[in-house]
């Protein structure tokens, strides 16, 4: 693939099969339970979905921090109070972005709660991969 003069090799049926198994095999089997009789509404009813998706997201600030802190980081003390300042201020501005696209949008407070929740999960995992290049 020559785009800007360079070239590389992209193993493209690994990709496909990564994905496949990683996200589209979930889904279909998640589909297939949910829409046949295996298993019933009632018995999903009771499965604790809130839990599992917080715990997924534990799991993957928990590892995205190990696989950081594994590497021998060439940071001093300033510069990680200087990034997490700069995170800091990245989420508060973030929120209040947030605020303020609801507040135009004429959204009632518990969606502008929901909103400003969503917003900030995202970017709190962004910090330490930045801080490992």
Sequence with gaps: MKVTGGSANVPIASIFSKLFVTVVLPLALGQIAKYSSIIS?????RIPFSTFRSLILLMIIYTTFCSTFMKELQITGGFFLGLA?????????????????????????SDTVAAMFCAVHKSLTLGMPIAGR
């Design 85 to 109: 300042a700069v995170l800091l201020m990245q989420q508060i501005c973030n929120m209040f972005f947030v605020k303020a696209i609801c507040k135009s949008q004429k959204m009632t407070r």
């Design 41 to 45: 509404s009632s018995t999903l009813k």
